[in-house]
């Protein structure tokens, strides 16, 4: 029996750009545009009743496909959700789980950057990822996760021998 897909990725990077982009480990200027201008759709439909900070969020897996992700609170604070997890969570759930980039924008005229739980949460797959700040305006600073997340604890960690065990 086939499995449909619960959710599709919302948008997919041309075979000769990806090919460019994973021989570079750099995306180009256009898929920077289209990675900002994704985060924004993603930021128009973001749940934020209690903070009224609208968050946008679009990963871009190995694969090819870009997945959307906007926040989604709760009147239970601690069940509220951030743009990047939720696009993380969509890609992982349908199998995408190896990653070049994410893009975050808000409606802020600042460079906001992913929280600690967001670090924490996509450094699982790979220190090396890519991580867009945009303002609203589309400019951007870029970092890779591990500088924004240095000497982080993750999957390898659990690799290690360990005493008495
Ligand atoms: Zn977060």
Redesign the pocket.
């Known amino acids: 029996m086939s499995v449909q897909a619960i959710s599709s990725p919302n948008a997919r990077v041309p075979t000769d750009v990806l090919k460019k982009v994973l021989e570079s480990g750099e995306l180009t200027q256009d898929l920077e545009k289209r990675l900002f201008e994704l985060a924004s759709v993603a930021k128009t439909r973001s749940y934020s009743p209690y903070s009224k900070f609208r968050v946008g969020a679009a990963v871009l897996a190995k694969s090819g496909n870009i997945w959307l992700g906007c926040n989604v609170e709760s009147a239970s604070y601690g069940a509220t959700r951030?743009?990047?997890?939720t696009a993380f969570l969509k890609a992982v759930s349908d199998g995408d789980n190896r990653f070049i980039a994410v893009g975050v924008t808000t409606d802020t005229d600042a460079y906001i950057s992913?929280?600690?739980?967001?670090r924490q949460?996509m450094v699982e797959w790979g220190k090396e990822l890519l991580v867009y700040n945009f303002k609203p305006d589309g400019s951007f600073r870029k970092y890779k996760l591990k500088d924004l997340l240095p000497d982080s604890f993750g999957p390898d960690d659990l690799d290690r021998p360990r005493e008495g065990i």
């Not at 951030?82 to 997890?85: D, M, S, W």
């Not at 992913?114 to 967001?118: A, V």
């Open positions: 951030c743009a990047e997890q992913p929280c600690g739980i967001c949460f």
